[in-house]
């Protein structure tokens, strides 16, 4: 796994979208020059659960380089519980390899699907993967399980002014709760700041040291968390009943100017696993709970 080159589609769970015109006219030898690029479809899980950040992963296998003509023929198709059915052209990520091809994450964007069967598959230079189906069902977890951002801003005793985010979990579930560490790759914590004297923008990813003390960050990654592998992920652990917290300070992700008044969001997408593997509900972990909240400072 490795951490997305954009924040905006990290958010979205979508990559940019282009319109691609008549490609298949302005190629020549189209099979002869595709022949070794492939495109692939992932499901992290044949169920998921309304409200949670529902995530994909698509890309091109290739064994040599690609035409640029057919790089932007990637359509990711979607068939709705009522019957209708999404087109959305995927264009090449700027750091795909045209020799290698590339994988990444893909998802409803900033659509919030219902309960119902869905089927998605996807397309590149004409040829489609399997049509994949999968669930999605009313959340059974939307009250007994419950995170937040809480922004903070304090003044110490010796005059330093603090401002920070604290992310507080509450497990009502009556079962045990795990949580990959926020701040870790695949739990990314990221910043979108916008300030108005002058007007700009910018985002970025909170660093693991932000989040995290060096003995918790690990030497290694997987490429995506499951049963069979989370107990050897930093976890955090929440009993029935019981609650969790973890902070940053925002000066540690970001350079920020005295003076300036400031709009920042703070999201993450929290990876967590209810009770136990056997349980009956086993299949619908990881849940991905997304997290977020907009305050302003001064500065």
């Known amino acids: 796994m490795r951490r997305p080159s954009h924040i905006s589609a990290y958010m979205a769970g979508l990559a940019s979208l282009v319109v691609i015109g008549a490609w298949l006219g302005g190629a020549v030898g189209v099979s002869q020059q595709t022949a ?36 932007q023929s990637g359509v990711f198709h979607t068939v709705w519980p009522d019957g209708s059915r999404m087109e959305e ?9 045209p020799s290698l091809g ?17 089927e998605v598959w996807f397309e590149f230079a004409g040829q489609k993967t399997a049509h994949l189906p999968f669930e999605i069902v009313p959340s059974p977890f939307s009250k007994s399980i419950e995170a937040e951002w809480i922004f903070t801003d304090t003044k110490s005793g010796g005059g330093v002014h603090a401002r920070g985010a ?7 579930s009556g079962r045990a709760l795990r949580i990959a560490k926020p701040g870790l790759l695949g739990s990314d914590v990221w910043l979108e700041i916008k300030a108005f004297q002058p ?24 490429d995506k968390l499951d049963w069979n592998n989370q107990s050897k992920w930093p976890m955090i652990a929440v009993p029935a009943g019981g609650s969790a917290e973890r902070s940053l300070t925002l000066e540690s992700s970001y350079a920020f100017r005295a003076g300036q008044d ?23 972990f990881p849940l991905r709970i997304p997290v977020s909240a907009t305050g302003r400072f001064r500065w």
């Open 262 to 284: 400031y709009q920042i969001t703070i999201g993450t997408v929290l990876a967590a696993f209810v009770g136990e593997p056997g349980d009956s509900d086993a299949q619908l």
């Open 199 to 222: 007007p700009s923008s910018a985002s970025t990813f909170v660093p693991e040291s932000a989040m995290l003390r060096a003995d918790e960050i690990p030497s290694f990654s997987f």
């Open 102 to 118: 590339w994988k990444g994450g893909w998802g409803f964007g900033n659509r919030s699907p219902g309960p119902g069967r869905y």
């Open 89 to 97: 052209h995927v264009s090449w990520p700027a750091d795909g390899n």
């Open 36 to 71: 070794g690029a492939h495109p692939m479809l992932q499901l992290e899980k044949p169920v998921y659960v309304a409200g949670e950040s529902i995530r994909f992963w698509i890309g091109v296998t290739a064994v040599a380089d690609i035409p640029q003509a057919l790089r």
């Open 166 to 172: 604290l992310l507080h979990i509450e497990n009502r």
